[in-house]
């Protein structure tokens, strides 16, 4: 938390933990279920200037196949 790092993260633990103590300091959870590590690298190259623009507002932005959701 002192340092303001994000993490990232598939497990639904650290989203869950998000709403109940307000840590980490913020999250992008990634809720695309199991797909290839090659399909999911593109799903970041594809969106990395939208994820990296709505981590300066947003708390948790969770990334699914097709979207981005933002929770300020």
Do not use: C, H, W
């Not at 998000?18 to 999250?27: H, Q």
């Amino acid at each position: 938390m002192a340092e303001k790092r994000v993490v990232i993260s598939k497990d639904f633990d650290f989203y869950d933990r998000f709403f109940r103590k307000l840590e980490p300091y913020k999250l992008l959870y990634i809720s695309t279920g199991n797909i290839p590590n090659r399909q999911l690298l593109s799903i970041f190259r594809s969106n990395l200037p939208r994820i990296s623009q709505v981590l300066e507002t947003g708390f948790v932005v969770e990334i699914t196949r097709s979207s981005i959701i933002v929770i300020d």
